[in-house]
């Protein structure tokens, strides 16, 4: 997820570039997290990502977790995608 900074960087940036070359050409654009492993593509480093832990109250308290150690032990959801994150 792109820190609030970063999508207002680049939607101005992007309004730019779409109405620059929207009328001379087809514009195809993502935003991708990851290794730049798309062939022919070009790719720009927009920002490093930030990763907190987050529980509601009850999962914090049910859990214990009140320092790290604890929060490694718990159960932790993944995205399929990124199942090292």
Do not use: N
């Amino acid at each position: 997820m792109l820190k609030i900074s970063s999508i207002r960087w680049i939607l101005p940036s992007l309004s730019k570039v779409v109405s620059t070359e929207a009328s001379t050409s087809t514009l195809d654009a993502a935003i991708h997290f990851g290794a730049p492993t798309w062939p022919g593509a070009v790719c720009e480093f927009l920002c490093k990502e930030e990763v907190y832990p987050v529980a509601p109250p009850a999962t914090r308290d049910r859990f214990g977790l009140d320092d790290a150690a604890a929060i490694a032990q718990a159960p932790l959801l993944h995205q399929s995608s990124r199942p090292t994150a």
